[in-house]
């Protein structure tokens, strides 16, 4: 099943285009922040507490990517949502845009790294938003993580991790770190890989004199990449969410990395 999210937009000078944008982000986030606010403070059990943060999320991404003039292609979409128990997400990883698309698309806990925690403004949202932090650079507290994770699966949320440790260029979908699918074993449950691939920019197909608008590589601080970013009039992405993949304690975390980068590597290509 193929759902499509797109706001039309006249057009509209880039200086304002861009003004609105800006605009239109300060007052999401002033509105965003007394909600997650009170949904962190609020006397209800962790859990609870989590499935208000991750419905936030969910709900301010959608404003934001039509805010921003981007439009979501979403096959196989219902497999996010998870039934009885939560699955962990693995997906390939090109922008910060990524984290919206799939939260847009069903409420759920991101893993990122500690370095985001400490950086300014992003690190309070992302706080708020419930996300778990990992230290990708040291070994002494991955069994630690990985228990957190498992323990967020067990709970029924969909957890969502970017194997690849980083974003890249677009040229392909590089190798995936391999040691935080143990979550998914530890949980008993099922890996899901997704693929993402912007494929337009201001309505022309993505090339590599517009790509650097919109992917996020190559150690560019984010602060000069967003004011870039949201000059563009439209983006449009594709997401497609694959066929499951059981953890079993059978196989290794290294086979079950494989098997999940194949298929999104596979998927990639194939929507080129």
Request: charged content about 20%; aromatic content about 8%.
């Amino acid at each position: 099943m193929q759902s499509v999210l797109f706001l039309q937009r006249p057009a509209i000078p880039i200086m304002t285009r861009t003004f609105i944008k800006i605009a239109g982000t300060l007052l999401l986030v002033l509105l965003y922040l007394p909600a997650s606010l009170a949904a962190c403070v609020f006397p209800v059990k962790p859990r609870t507490r989590r499935v208000l943060m991750t419905r936030l999320v969910s709900f301010f991404a959608g404003l934001v990517l039509r805010l921003y003039g981007v439009r979501v292609v979403a096959t196989g979409r219902r497999k996010l949502v998870p039934l009885r128990r939560g699955h962990l997400v693995v997906s390939n990883h090109l922008s910060y845009i990524d984290v919206l698309v799939i939260a847009s698309l069903s409420p759920s806990v991101f893993v990122t790294s500690v370095e985001l925690r400490n950086t300014l403004l992003l690190g309070q949202l992302a706080r708020l938003s419930g996300s778990l932090f990992v230290e990708r650079r040291k070994a002494s507290g991955l069994r630690r993580e990985i228990d957190a994770i498992a323990d967020v699966l067990r709970q029924g949320f969909s957890v969502v991790l970017f194997p690849e440790g980083t974003t890249f260029s677009g040229d392909r979908v590089h190798p995936f770190k391999q040691s935080l699918l143990d979550a998914a074993v530890k949980a008993d449950c099922g890996i899901l890989p997704v693929c993402l691939r912007y494929q337009r920019v201001n309505d022309q197909p993505l090339s590599v004199a517009t790509r650097d608008a919109v992917l996020y590589y190559g150690g560019i601080s984010f602060f000069r990449h967003f004011p870039r970013f949201l000059t563009l009039r439209s983006v449009e992405v594709r997401i497609s969410v694959l066929h499951p993949i059981h953890a079993s304690a059978d196989e290794s975390r290294k086979h079950l990395a494989g098997r999940a980068h194949e298929a999104i590597s596979a998927e990639y290509e194939a929507l080129a």
